[in-house]
């Protein structure tokens, strides 16, 4: 019997033994199921450099160094293979902000700011790293535009001097009884085509100015209502930025070490 009592005990025991191994498998798998589900998920930062995100997003805007929502939009860039676009509104009459293009595409970015008052620049551009005094390293990336046409968009009224009846005189304009510029003073100007589209005189221009910005290795990430923007700093007051659809991506300027294909490093230059 004592035998036979023994042999129950032992099975007792080692019955106790797996339920208790079971339920540490079981709480211990919980746990780490747990753990799991509050662990955040990791985010794989992207990073890619200057030249290649200006190549890869159609559409800038220059804007204040503290880029919100109603932050008034100065300039807009649009890069178009080799080629540059810049739209410059009157800053008189802009009031354009970056709550206004949150959910416009590029394209119809590009169309308001075509219809608005300012100054519209194509030209070639291109990409310069700027070296420190060593020599060795990117002080700043230099972005020049060969400007070679100037389109300037002004509102009829503009036009309309002293006690003209400014409503009659746009109505004159747009039905072609008045011209702003007679054929005589076109032939002898250098417009290249001047056109009224609905009440504005629209007059394009042969342009040889140089514009450049300087951007800095500042890079700045902003997200306003669900749109993220990237850029760099451009100066100390504004920033260049896009929107992007990879809330995960870092920008690095160009170096001598690595560089994009078009960059070219110019040196020192004052």
């Known amino acids: ?102 959910n416009l595409t590029d394209e119809e970015i590009i169309k308001l700011f075509e219809k608005a008052e300012g100054f519209k620049y194509v030209g070639k ?6 070296l420190d005094q060593l020599g060795q390293t990117t002080e700043r990336l230099k972005l020049t535009v060969n400007q070679k046409t100037m389109t300037r968009t002004e509102h009829l009224s503009a036009f309309s001097y002293g006690d003209l009846d400014r409503e009659k005189y746009i109505n004159d304009v747009k039905s072609g009884k008045k011209k702003i510029y007679t054929d005589a003073q076109l032939a002898n100007s250098d417009i290249i085509k001047h056109e009224i589209k609905g009440d504005y005189s629209v007059t394009s221009r042969p342009s040889n100015d140089e514009y450049s910005i300087n951007m800095f290795d500042s890079f700045i990430k902003r997200t306003i209502f669900d749109t993220t923007f990237i850029g760099v700093a451009v100066g100390t007051k504004t920033v260049l930025i896009t929107r992007t659809d990879e809330p995960e991506l870092n920008i690095n300027l160009d170096t001598p070490d690595k560089k994009g294909k078009k960059v070219i490093i110019e040196g020192i230059t004052k």
């Open 1 to 102: 019997m004592a035998t036979e009592s023994k042999k129950t005990i032992m099975s007792m025991l080692i019955l106790i033994t797996i339920v208790l191994t079971g339920c540490a498998s079981v709480s211990s798998i919980k746990e780490e199921s747990e753990e799991s589900k509050s662990k955040p998920e990791e985010v794989k930062v992207k990073t890619e450099l200057m030249s290649d995100v200006l190549n890869k997003h159609k559409v800038w805007l220059r804007t204040s160094s503290n880029p919100g929502r109603s932050s008034i939009v100065e300039t807009i860039i649009v890069i178009k293979g080799d080629e540059l676009v810049r739209y410059r509104p009157d800053q008189l009459q802009n009031n354009i902000t970056i709550e206004h293009l949150i």
């Open 125 to 130: 551009y291109k990409l310069g790293i700027i």
